[in-house]
């Protein structure tokens, strides 16, 4: 996409896609937690299999499509628009923590809660209580600290995107701040 940009409806709708899936994976982790907690709090047996298998439902069949859809509208973004993906500290930020949360939850989380599931339905108890902690933790503040980035823009323009700026045109200013006039 380079120099192609999105037009903005276009921007605008995929803008409302990135926003809605990263809140939708945010929310999503933030039920995993929940879950997670009550089944390592809980002394009842029935309430834990029910909260691992409720947290292997999310990561199997919500977790992974929120995750992907915020990584490839986030990219599509970035390389549609003027922010660029390596312009901006707060852009390349956040699609690297994207990219290492979405592995995480492929490599990690989601094993994490398959072998929980695995040991209370052999009736064993859970084999660590990290398994369904953990992973959710880390993952709702990596959300959290995403989204405060995303709202606050910090850190200015990276080296190509100072170089960039030297030798074209504008680019957009951060939220908050207004444009001087030369």
Same mark, same amino acid.
């Not at 921007?11 to 409302?16: I, K």
């Given at each position: %996409?380079?120099d192609?940009?999105?037009?903005r409806?276009a921007?605008? &709708?995929?803008?409302?896609v990135?926003?809605?899936a990263?809140a939708g994976?945010?929310?999503?982790t933030?039920?995993?937690?929940?879950?997670?907690?009550t089944? =390592?709090? =809980?002394?009842?047996?029935?309430?834990v299999t /029910? &909260?691992?298998r409720?947290m292997k439902?999310? /990561?199997?069949?919500?977790?992974?499509? &929120?995750a992907?859809?915020?990584?490839l509208?986030g990219?599509?973004?970035?390389l549609g628009?003027?922010?660029?993906?390596?312009r901006h500290?707060w852009?390349?930020?956040?699609?690297?923590?994207?990219l290492?949360t979405?592995t995480a939850?492929?490599l990690a989380?989601?094993?994490?809660v398959n072998e929980a599931?695995a040991?209370?339905?052999g009736?064993?108890?859970?084999?660590? /209580?990290?398994?369904?902690?953990?992973?959710?933790?880390?993952?709702l503040?990596a959300y959290?600290? %995403? =989204?405060?980035?995303?709202?606050?823009k910090?850190?200015g323009?990276t $080296?190509?995107? $100072?170089?960039?700026r030297?030798?074209?045109g504008p680019?957009p200013p951060a939220a908050?701040?207004v444009?001087?006039p030369?």
């Open positions: %996409m380079g192609v940009k999105l037009s409806p921007r605008r &709708a995929l803008l409302v990135h926003v809605a990263s994976w945010l929310g999503l933030l039920g995993l937690l929940a879950l997670g907690i089944a =390592t709090t =809980t002394g009842s047996a029935p309430a /029910a &909260a691992v409720s439902l999310f /990561a199997d069949w919500l977790l992974l499509p &929120a992907f859809l915020t990584l509208s990219l599509v973004l970035a628009t003027a922010w660029g993906l390596a500290r852009v390349y930020t956040k699609f690297w923590l994207t290492a979405t939850t492929v989380l989601r094993p994490g599931v040991a209370v339905s009736g064993r108890p859970l084999p660590d /209580a990290g398994d369904v902690l953990f992973g959710p933790a880390v993952s503040s959290v600290f %995403m =989204t405060a980035v995303s709202v606050l910090p850190w323009p $080296r190509r995107g $100072r170089k960039r030297a030798g074209s680019t908050g701040r444009r001087q030369a």
